[in-house]
């Protein structure tokens, strides 16, 4: 049941829903649709595109794609610029000054890695999961979460128009539920529903 039972919605099922298609989101949906082909995976995005909640620029450790899609580079994966040199600099009211490379931790250490426009790389992302039968739905907010008891049992998605009370105002627009066996959420913290996440984080992620 949602938190507003008054309202009734139109609900679709899934094995897995996940919310936020950013590299996170897509690559576990791909990485479900490899371990079970059978598996219905629906991934919800709140931006109008793939991508478009994405930063752009990135260096990209290729490490986890070589395990999800080992054939990437002859996929044309938009990954093409490698890192040629790091250098770091301290920045002060006199200018810069050079530290070398030597005292870095390894992590600091970019050899073997690219730079990317992640935005880039989450559209050919979608691509590959689409190819593997994964519905994607951008434009789709989750408003809010849909409860069975105590567990996690979907989304809201797209819900509009609701008063501050949370009721349906003048404007109000029902989507639907997406509902699903196990629910992934994979967005930021300023999304509608991260005031839940402290209490469901153990149910969205049982996998």
């Not at 930063?55 to 990437?72: C, F, R």
């Not at 907010?141 to 105590?150: H, K, N, R, T």
């Amino acid at each position: 049941m949602t938190e507003d039972t008054a309202i009734q919605r139109e609900s679709m099922d899934y094995d897995v829903v996940i919310v936020g298609a950013g590299p996170s989101g897509l690559a576990a949906a791909i990485r479900l649709k490899q371990i079970d082909p059978e598996l219905s995976v629906v991934v919800l995005e709140k931006g109008s595109e793939v991508g478009a909640h994405i930063l752009s620029g990135a260096v990209l450790d290729p490490s986890g794609l070589d395990a999800l899609l080992p054939d990437w580079r002859e996929r044309g994966a938009p990954i093409r610029t490698e890192v040629k040199s790091d250098n770091f600099l301290i920045l002060g009211p006199a200018g810069q000054m050079r530290v070398p490379n030597w005292p870095m931790p390894p992590l600091m250490n970019n050899h073997g890695n690219y730079i990317v426009s992640m935005g880039n790389v989450c559209r050919w992302l979608a691509e590959q999961a689409e190819a593997l039968e994964v519905e994607i739905f951008p434009g789709m907010a989750a408003s809010e979460l849909v409860w069975d008891g105590e567990r996690v049992a979907g989304v809201v998605a797209g819900e509009m128009g609701k008063n501050h009370d949370g009721t349906p105002g003048p404007n109000y627009e029902p989507v639907m539920e997406l509902r699903g066996k196990y629910v992934i959420s994979y967005v930021g913290v300023r999304c509608s529903h991260s005031k839940h996440r402290h209490t469901t984080l153990g149910t969205l992620t049982r996998l």
